[in-house]
Nanobody, 120 residues
Framework: QVQLVESGGGLVQAGDSLRLSCVAS???????MGWFRQAPGKERDFVAA????????NYADSVKGRFTISRDNAKNTVYLQMDSLKPEDTAVYSC??????????????WGQGTQVTVSS
């Protein structure tokens, strides 16, 4: 069983940066990790994923070139660096973990999420 806790969300202006963190209660070194987001009234969307080694990543087209996912297995932590934020990035961002890959993204465990609000 893996428990995930996100942090780092907040209210920022368009063009600003934020770094989200997700700390796992157990070892995540063998898990693919991902970030998803859900805006009010919309479905949850994929944002980014990273393989267990960190050697493979996958991003949604909407965030490519602006967001960077990374991980530190020694700290059981995955990060999402978000640059050049836009109002349409406003959402609750959730962390996920699973014995999957960055393409299939069949995650088993989910965090509660952290709110990111970008004002124009």
């Amino acid at each position: 069983q893996v428990q995930l806790v996100e942090s780092g969300g907040g209210l920022v202006q368009a063009g600003d940066s934020l770094r989200l963190s997700c700390v796992a209660s157990g070892r995540i070194s063998s898990y693919t990790m991902g970030w998803f987001r859900q805006a009010p009234g919309k479905e949850r969307d994929f944002v980014a994923a990273i393989s267990w080694s960190g050697g493979g990543t996958n991003y949604a087209d909407s965030v490519k070139g602006r967001f960077t996912i990374s991980r530190d297995n020694a700290k059981n932590t995955v990060y999402l660096q978000m640059d050049s934020l836009k109002p349409e990035d406003t959402a609750v961002y959730s962390c996920s973990a699973g014995k999957t890959n960055v393409r299939d993204r069949a995650f088993e465990y989910w965090g509660q999420g952290t709110q990111v609000t970008v004002s124009s």
